[in-house]
């Protein structure tokens, strides 16, 4: 067994202001992420996306937080927040759901692509090669803070996390960090320039995460409220399998003549 190392949540404090290694997380994955797809519409042929870099960045930004947060609020407590329907704002408490942010911001892109009559299928490419680095550095801060934390087990790496009991168990928020996180960056970066027509790496995305996802979450401690679904299943590798299904049909679709018709441009 491994100890956990009790890292403070808290980076520093300047009164009441709290800056959290988890917050940061997220900033540094944004920053990551604005500063890659910077660099990918300054290329050739992405002109029309250079000139709705900043407000397309807002919309996707808008779109993930909403979708992420009423993503939780219906896949993984919505008897809670029925009943307290105040709280559903209280983003503040914690509570985001990816599958739900994924939902929001492809949303709000196909919307403003639409709108502004872009490429839909170029632009959530160009954005979504990037996405895994604000996913493993999001695993990190759940691991720091000592959350979402694996199940009961004995391999030698195993930890007792501070809310998690006196048993040991898979720091599953490591393995998460380095499969959505680490691996699937590679792959996407890696084939960003072979893998054509536009839309296919979103859809490699969709299924590569799925598997990656649906995989650790058997090393994941199922959401107390919620606990397994239909025998040994997990809300997270339903959604997974949902989510796999899309990339598919995606894939198959850009391939089968899709190239002509968009989202954004229809």
Same mark, same amino acid.
């Given at each position: ?8 949540? +808290? ?7 709290? +800056? ?7 900033? &540094?994955?944004?920053?990551? %992420? ?11 042929? $992405?002109? %029309? ?10 919309? &996707?930004?808008?779109?993930? /937080?909403?979708?992420? $947060? ?17 709280? /559903? ?13 994924? /939902? ?91 893998? $054509?027509? %536009? ?48 990339? &598919? ?18």
């Amino acid at each position: 067994m491994i100890a956990y190392p009790h890292i403070d949540p +808290v980076l520093f404090q300047i009164g009441p202001l709290q +800056v959290r290694w988890y917050g940061l997380m997220y900033v &540094l994955g944004f920053i990551a %992420s604005f500063v890659l797809v910077r660099r990918q519409v300054a290329e050739p042929g $992405r002109e %029309s996306l250079a000139a709705h870099y900043e407000n397309l960045n807002t919309a &996707l930004i808008v779109g993930l /937080i909403l979708g992420g $947060r009423l993503g939780y609020v219906l896949f993984y407590n919505l008897s809670y927040y029925l009943a307290h329907p105040a709280e /559903i704002v209280a983003t503040w408490q914690g509570g985001m759901s990816f599958h739900g942010a994924l /939902i929001g911001t492809l949303a709000a892109g196909i919307i403003y692509c639409r709108r502004q009559h872009l490429d839909f299928w170029m632009a959530a490419d160009t954005y979504v090669v990037t996405v895994p680095i604000g996913l493993g550095l999001g695993r990190f801060g759940n691991f720091i803070n000592g959350e979402l934390y694996g199940r009961v087990t004995d391999v030698p790496w195993a930890m007792v996390f501070p809310d998690g009991g006196d048993a040991p168990r898979h720091p599953s928020q490591l393995y998460e960090c380095g499969l959505e996180g680490m691996a699937l960056f590679a792959i996407l970066w890696g084939l960003r320039r072979r893998v $054509r027509p %536009s839309g296919r790496l979103l859809a490699l995305f969709l299924s590569c995460y799925a598997l990656f996802r649906f995989f650790v979450e058997q090393f994941r401690e199922p959401d107390p409220q919620i606990g397994f679904l239909y025998g040994r299943i997990t809300m997270g590798q339903l959604l997974s399998l949902l989510m796999l299904a899309a990339g &598919l049909a995606i894939w198959r679709l850009r391939g089968n003549g899709g190239a002509k018709g968009s989202p954004g441009n229809a």
